[in-house]
């Protein structure tokens, strides 16, 4: 991949994702598809109530406009084949982004913030996540062997190196999704995270489409910051967020070591983390709290911090994270 193609890629994407925002902002408003605030949330985040949402429509769309071009340009100069993860990474994202449609859909159609149940959602991202995984098998020649970050070893799975995938696949996309909680953490995480797959498609394997989905990830979430940095004029939605989520688990298998995206994705599986064992614990001890709320970045808003300070704190772990996972290549 050259470096104009690549340069043009995330430019392009960061464009039309600030000239859609720009215009979608309003119509969202006119249509009054405001954000619902639960009740069960910091008080504080009452006044964010009526934030347009479903602004990842705007990177949604300029990603899969300049996916499209770069899947043309590098069929053209090499193969179709050359250009089948990217494509099916991308179409991976987009499956889950039109589930965060639905879902954001059924949330403004109610007026309340909540959309579809949990077991809907999820058999909706079984479903694609086992879409993505038998075309990977078909047209990619993926195995069952799992490599271990930081050492030479893989070991051979068999039948359940397909349960782990299908885990990996959904616990990312709802992690990245439980990240959206604050102005500008996702988009910021997920930026970083685009930079470390830009960088190892670039200069360790060689990888064009996964230095494609960086660019895509890098453009769309600086993009979205424009408006989406506290404090927050528009929300991305479950749209937003599952979307960065397929791209996200869809890049880690790219990089033939899944596993990764635990070392990248560090903050996605804090958020996720926090929740369960909230959950487990308000369980075990009959209704204490591990944490003042769960997921973590809600903690430590109510410890005092501010939504700037939480983004700066782990968009840092997260640039630890993926230098972890950099050299663990």
């Known amino acids: 991949m050259t470096g104009i193609t690549y340069a043009l890629s995330l430019v392009l994407t960061f464009g039309i994702t600030v000239l859609v925002s720009r215009w979608l902002i309003p119509v969202l408003k006119s249509h009054k598809m405001g954000q619902k605030i639960l009740d069960i949330?910091?008080?504080?985040?009452k006044s964010k109530e009526g934030t347009p949402t479903m602004g990842g429509l705007a990177f949604l769309a300029a990603s899969v406009l300049v996916g499209a071009a770069a899947i043309v340009s590098v069929s053209l100069r090499e193969s179709f084949s050359a250009a089948l993860p990217l494509l099916l990474t991308l179409a991976y994202g987009l499956l889950n982004g039109l589930i965060g449609i639905?879902?954001?859909s059924a949330k403004l159609r109610h007026k309340q913030n909540e959309g579809l149940t949990a077991w809907q959602k999820y058999v909706l991202q079984l479903l694609a996540a086992a879409l993505y995984l038998v075309a990977l098998i078909r047209f990619t020649g993926l195995d069952t062997t799992l490599r271990i970050p930081f050492t030479d070893i893989s070991v051979e799975l068999g039948w359940g190196y397909y349960v782990l995938a299908m885990l990996l696949l959904t616990g990312v996309v709802n992690s990245v999704n439980l990240t959206d909680g604050i102005d500008g953490l996702c988009s910021?995480?997920?930026?970083?995270?685009?930079?470390?797959?830009s960088l190892a498609g670039f200069l360790l394997l060689g990888n064009e489409g996964l230095s494609v989905i960086g660019a895509l990830l890098i453009g769309s979430a600086a993009g979205f910051l424009v408006y989406n940095f506290y404090p927050a004029r528009v929300f991305m939605g479950d749209t937003g967020s599952l979307f960065f989520g397929g791209l996200v688990v869809g890049g880690a298998f790219l990089t033939g070591s899944p596993l990764v995206v635990v070392l990248c994705g560090i903050i996605y599986v804090a958020e996720t983390l926090s929740v369960i064992?909230?959950?487990?614990?308000?369980k075990l001890t009959h209704g204490k709290r591990l944490f003042r709320m769960s997921p973590i970045h809600h903690h430590f808003e109510k410890c005092g911090w501010s939504e700037t300070r939480i983004v700066i704190i782990f968009s840092i772990v997260t640039a630890l994270g993926c230098a972890a996972a950099y050299f663990s290549l």
Not at 41 to 45: E, T
Not at 188 to 197: H, Q, R, Y
């Open 277 to 282: 064992l909230q959950v487990l614990y308000f």
């Open 102 to 104: 639905i879902d954001d």
């Open 41 to 45: 949330g910091p008080r504080w985040h």
């Open 188 to 197: 910021s995480v997920t930026l970083i995270v685009g930079v470390f797959f």
